[in-house]
Protein backbone atom coordinates (compact mmCIF):
# COMPACT_ATOMS: atom_id res chain seq x y z
CA UNK A 1 0.00 0.00 0.00
CA UNK A 2 1.59 3.32 -1.18
CA UNK A 3 -0.52 5.70 1.53
CA UNK A 4 2.19 8.68 0.96
CA UNK A 5 3.19 8.58 -2.67
CA UNK A 6 3.97 11.57 -4.42
CA UNK A 7 4.50 12.77 -0.51
CA UNK A 8 8.22 14.46 0.06
CA UNK A 9 9.07 13.98 3.65
CA UNK A 10 11.62 15.72 5.62
CA UNK A 11 12.62 13.45 9.07
CA UNK A 12 15.22 14.80 11.03
CA UNK A 13 17.30 12.12 13.16
CA UNK A 14 16.74 10.19 10.97
CA UNK A 15 20.14 8.15 10.79
CA UNK A 16 19.20 5.91 13.55
CA UNK A 17 16.20 5.10 15.98
CA UNK A 18 12.92 6.01 15.89
CA UNK A 19 13.81 8.85 13.40
CA UNK A 20 15.13 5.96 11.18
CA UNK A 21 12.24 4.22 11.29
CA UNK A 22 10.06 6.31 10.25
CA UNK A 23 12.06 7.45 7.65
CA UNK A 24 12.34 3.50 6.78
CA UNK A 25 8.51 3.08 6.67
CA UNK A 26 7.33 6.50 4.95
CA UNK A 27 9.50 5.42 2.47
CA UNK A 28 7.67 2.34 2.09
CA UNK A 29 4.53 4.10 2.10
CA UNK A 30 6.04 5.42 -1.35
CA UNK A 31 6.92 9.00 0.11
CA UNK A 32 10.11 10.44 -1.18
CA UNK A 33 12.21 10.83 2.01
CA UNK A 34 14.51 13.57 2.81
CA UNK A 35 17.31 12.20 5.29
CA UNK A 36 18.45 14.26 7.68
CA UNK A 37 21.02 14.12 10.65
CA UNK A 38 25.03 15.11 11.21
CA UNK A 39 25.77 11.84 10.55
CA UNK A 40 26.96 11.87 6.79
CA UNK A 41 27.56 8.29 6.75
CA UNK A 42 24.57 7.04 8.88
CA UNK A 43 22.05 9.23 6.78
CA UNK A 44 23.93 7.59 3.61
CA UNK A 45 22.81 4.56 5.07
CA UNK A 46 19.63 4.97 5.62
CA UNK A 47 19.19 6.50 2.21
CA UNK A 48 20.32 3.22 0.77
CA UNK A 49 17.80 0.46 2.61
CA UNK A 50 14.76 3.59 1.53
CA UNK A 51 16.09 2.95 -2.12
CA UNK A 52 17.02 -1.17 -1.64
CA UNK A 53 13.23 -1.25 -1.14
CA UNK A 54 11.78 0.77 -4.32
CA UNK A 55 11.56 3.95 -2.62
CA UNK A 56 13.42 7.22 -3.33
CA UNK A 57 15.62 9.40 -0.62
CA UNK A 58 17.76 12.21 -0.52
CA UNK A 59 20.57 12.60 2.38
CA UNK A 60 20.86 16.17 3.56
CA UNK A 61 23.43 16.65 6.58
CA UNK A 62 22.41 19.02 8.82
CA UNK A 63 22.87 20.34 12.72
CA UNK A 64 19.30 21.32 13.89
CA UNK A 65 20.74 23.98 16.24
CA UNK A 66 21.84 26.12 13.64
CA UNK A 67 19.15 28.31 12.01
CA UNK A 68 21.53 28.71 8.83
CA UNK A 69 21.85 25.03 8.32
CA UNK A 70 17.63 24.46 9.02
CA UNK A 71 17.04 27.03 6.39
CA UNK A 72 19.40 25.70 3.82
CA UNK A 73 18.24 22.38 4.51
CA UNK A 74 14.48 23.20 3.63
CA UNK A 75 15.95 25.38 0.22
CA UNK A 76 17.74 22.44 -0.65
CA UNK A 77 14.26 20.01 0.06
CA UNK A 78 12.23 21.72 -2.08
CA UNK A 79 15.30 22.29 -4.82
CA UNK A 80 15.36 18.66 -4.68
CA UNK A 81 11.16 17.89 -4.73
CA UNK A 82 9.69 21.03 -5.32
CA UNK A 83 8.04 21.06 -2.29
CA UNK A 84 7.52 19.36 1.38
CA UNK A 85 4.29 17.80 2.45
CA UNK A 86 5.36 16.14 5.79
CA UNK A 87 7.77 17.69 8.40
CA UNK A 88 9.31 14.70 11.12
CA UNK A 89 11.07 16.91 13.58
CA UNK A 90 12.29 13.86 15.61
CA UNK A 91 16.08 15.10 15.85
CA UNK A 92 17.23 14.54 19.58
CA UNK A 93 19.74 14.14 22.19
CA UNK A 94 20.12 13.14 25.97
CA UNK A 95 22.22 15.47 28.30
CA UNK A 96 22.67 16.95 31.62
CA UNK A 97 22.83 15.23 34.87
CA UNK A 98 20.88 16.52 38.09
CA UNK A 99 20.82 20.17 37.88
CA UNK A 100 23.76 20.86 40.54
CA UNK A 101 26.24 18.90 38.43
CA UNK A 102 24.64 19.65 35.14
CA UNK A 103 26.83 22.30 33.30
CA UNK A 104 25.44 25.60 31.68
CA UNK A 105 27.38 24.00 27.98
CA UNK A 106 25.33 20.65 28.35
CA UNK A 107 21.98 22.88 29.22
CA UNK A 108 22.33 25.30 25.73
CA UNK A 109 23.21 22.19 23.83
CA UNK A 110 20.59 20.01 25.15
CA UNK A 111 17.91 23.06 24.45
CA UNK A 112 19.37 23.81 21.21
CA UNK A 113 18.73 20.77 19.64
CA UNK A 114 16.21 19.50 21.31
CA UNK A 115 13.79 22.75 21.71
CA UNK A 116 15.64 25.55 19.98
CA UNK A 117 16.27 23.14 16.76
CA UNK A 118 12.97 22.40 16.19
CA UNK A 119 10.96 25.24 16.40
CA UNK A 120 13.97 26.11 13.39
CA UNK A 121 12.73 22.94 11.89
CA UNK A 122 8.80 24.04 12.52
CA UNK A 123 9.28 27.45 11.41
CA UNK A 124 11.15 26.75 7.76
CA UNK A 125 8.68 23.87 7.29
CA UNK A 126 5.68 25.73 7.58
CA UNK A 127 6.93 28.67 5.39
CA UNK A 128 7.53 26.39 2.76
CA UNK A 129 4.54 24.60 3.30
CA UNK A 130 2.13 27.75 3.06
CA UNK A 131 3.90 28.91 0.30
CA UNK A 132 2.79 25.70 -1.33
CA UNK A 133 -0.22 23.54 -0.56
CA UNK A 134 0.27 22.83 2.63
CA UNK A 135 1.07 19.96 4.65
CA UNK A 136 2.27 18.60 8.17
CA UNK A 137 4.17 19.08 10.57
CA UNK A 138 4.74 16.34 13.17
CA UNK A 139 6.85 17.31 16.91
CA UNK A 140 8.44 14.29 18.61
CA UNK A 141 8.92 14.74 22.46
CA UNK A 142 9.06 11.88 24.96
CA UNK A 143 7.24 10.84 28.18
CA UNK A 144 9.78 12.57 29.87
CA UNK A 145 8.10 15.81 28.45
CA UNK A 146 5.70 14.50 31.45
CA UNK A 147 7.37 12.49 33.58
CA UNK A 148 11.08 13.45 34.99
CA UNK A 149 13.62 11.34 36.48
CA UNK A 150 16.15 12.14 38.87
CA UNK A 151 19.03 13.12 36.29
CA UNK A 152 16.84 13.84 33.71
CA UNK A 153 15.19 17.20 34.16
CA UNK A 154 17.81 19.12 31.45
CA UNK A 155 16.16 16.81 28.49
CA UNK A 156 12.86 16.71 30.38
CA UNK A 157 12.72 20.44 30.23
CA UNK A 158 13.54 20.41 26.55
CA UNK A 159 10.90 17.77 25.47
CA UNK A 160 8.16 19.70 27.94
CA UNK A 161 8.75 22.86 25.96
CA UNK A 162 8.61 20.64 22.46
CA UNK A 163 4.99 19.49 23.93
CA UNK A 164 4.58 23.54 24.52
CA UNK A 165 5.41 24.81 21.70
CA UNK A 166 3.05 22.17 19.39
CA UNK A 167 0.30 22.92 21.24
Known amino acids: M ?8 VV ?4 SGIGKAVALRFGEEGAKVVVVARRKALCEETAKQICRKGGEAFVIVTDISHEA ?3 ALYDKAVQQY ?9 AGI ?12 AF ?25 RGGIIINMS ?13 YSASKHGVMALTK
Open 82 to 90: GHVDIAVNN
Open 108 to 132: DEVMNVNLRGLFFCSRAASKHMKAH
Open 142 to 154: SVAGVQAWAGTGV
Open 94 to 105: FGGRRIAETTTQ
Open 12 to 15: TGSS
Open 2 to 9: QRLAGKVA
Open 69 to 71: QVG
